[in-house]
């Protein structure tokens, strides 16, 4: 197993320093060029639906992040009935 602490396994062991577990795949962070790609759109306009408070995410620095269960929750919310569908 390896370690990005540069610790060798045996010594991490024995400090009780575990390798980080990844996060849930839903609360993983994407960057909004991440997101735009999920979307497939422009990355301009993942930052417009960001200030206009369609799409939630969190400022860290200077760069968002969103939650992939916040694109998800984006997507259910513009889903449209079609008109063909009755």
Same mark, same amino acid.
């Given at each position: !197993?390896?370690?990005?602490s540069? &610790?060798?396994?045996v010594?991490a062991? $024995?400090?009780? @320093?575990r390798p980080?577990?990844?996060? =849930?795949k839903?609360? /993983? $962070?994407l +960057? =909004? /060029?991440?997101?735009a790609a $999920? #979307? %497939?759109?422009?990355? %301009? +306009?993942? #930052?417009? #639906? &960001?200030s !206009?408070g369609?799409?939630?995410a969190?400022?860290i620095g %200077? @760069?968002f %992040?969103?939650?992939r269960?916040e @694109?998800s929750?984006?997507?259910?919310? +513009?889903?449209v009935?079609? =008109?063909?569908a009755?």
């Open positions: !197993m390896k370690f990005s540069g &610790i060798h396994p010594w062991e $024995l400090a009780g @320093i980080a577990e990844p996060a =849930p839903e609360h /993983q $962070l +960057t =909004p /060029q991440e997101a $999920l #979307l %497939r759109v422009n990355y %301009r +306009t993942v #930052l417009d #639906l &960001i !206009m369609e799409l939630r969190s400022r %200077r @760069i %992040r969103i939650k269960s @694109i929750r984006y997507l259910k919310s +513009t889903e009935e079609s =008109p063909w009755r």
